[in-house]
């Protein structure tokens, strides 16, 4: 069995961050990566927006190595788009920057990032019942609540992430029945007891 491939990821620098904190431009952005290559107007449609907006938001994300032309998809004037990278690397030190304006953009896609993990919680809620049974058993929304360390997050963090990892070797070849994409959202934070 051929080894997992790691996935292509982009760090985000202080110039990146300000071309990508933008909620239109995450949304046509993970849009891209879920849903393959598109044209402005599709996406347009997909997202309920004009295809002016999405045309402008692609080139700016075009203009910091996003996304890119996916021209073997279109024909004639038709510009078709696709997501440069799987996904990206967020550097936790743009959030204590000494720059307000990066602060600002840590701080605007960070909240599209849990803003996204709600809209994709509730589709799913929303469209559970649509699904074959056997995904109907096979989801999960849990919270659990335990007492750590900073060092005992961050390891717990690491595990959790080596976990997920592993199922990139167990994953089905395309169009094995049965097969979808699954999300997966971690969230792991602090909160105040009293």
């Known amino acids: 069995m051929d080894e997992p491939r790691e996935p292509a990821l982009r760090s985000l620098d202080a110039r990146?961050?300000?071309?990508?904190?933008?909620?239109?431009?995450?949304?046509?952005?993970?849009a891209l990566?879920?849903?393959?290559?598109?044209?402005?107007?599709?996406?347009?449609?997909?997202?309920?927006?004009?295809?002016?907006a999405t045309s402008y938001h692609l080139r700016q994300l075009a203009a910091h190595g996003f996304v890119?032309?996916?021209?073997?998809?279109?024909?004639?004037?038709?510009?078709?788009?696709?997501?440069?990278?799987?996904g990206v690397r967020f550097d936790d030190?743009?959030?204590?920057?000494?720059?307000?304006?990066?602060?600002?953009?840590?701080?605007?896609f960070l909240h599209e990032v849990a803003n996204q993990h709600t809209r994709e919680i509730a589709t799913w809620l929303g469209t559970h019942g649509d699904?074959?049974?056997?995904?109907?058993?096979?989801?999960?929304?849990?919270d659990w609540t335990l007492s750590l360390t900073p060092g005992l997050a961050e390891e717990l963090k690491q595990k959790m992430h080596e976990l997920l990892e592993s199922y990139r070797a167990k994953a089905p070849e395309a169009g094995t029945p049965d097969a979808e994409q699954v999300r997966v959202h971690t969230h792991l934070f602090p909160t105040r007891t009293d």
């Open 131 to 142: 699904w074959p049974e056997q995904w109907r058993g096979a989801w999960d929304l849990s």
């Open 33 to 52: 990566r879920r849903g393959g290559p598109a044209t402005a107007s599709q996406l347009a449609e997909r997202l309920g927006e004009s295809s002016g």
């Open 68 to 86: 890119e032309d996916a021209p073997e998809h279109g024909k004639g004037r038709e510009r078709w788009w696709r997501a440069a990278h799987e």
């Open 16 to 30: 990146s961050l300000r071309g990508l904190a933008h909620p239109l431009r995450m949304q046509l952005l993970n």
């Open 93 to 108: 030190a743009l959030v204590r920057d000494g720059d307000p304006e990066i602060r600002g953009a840590a701080d605007l």
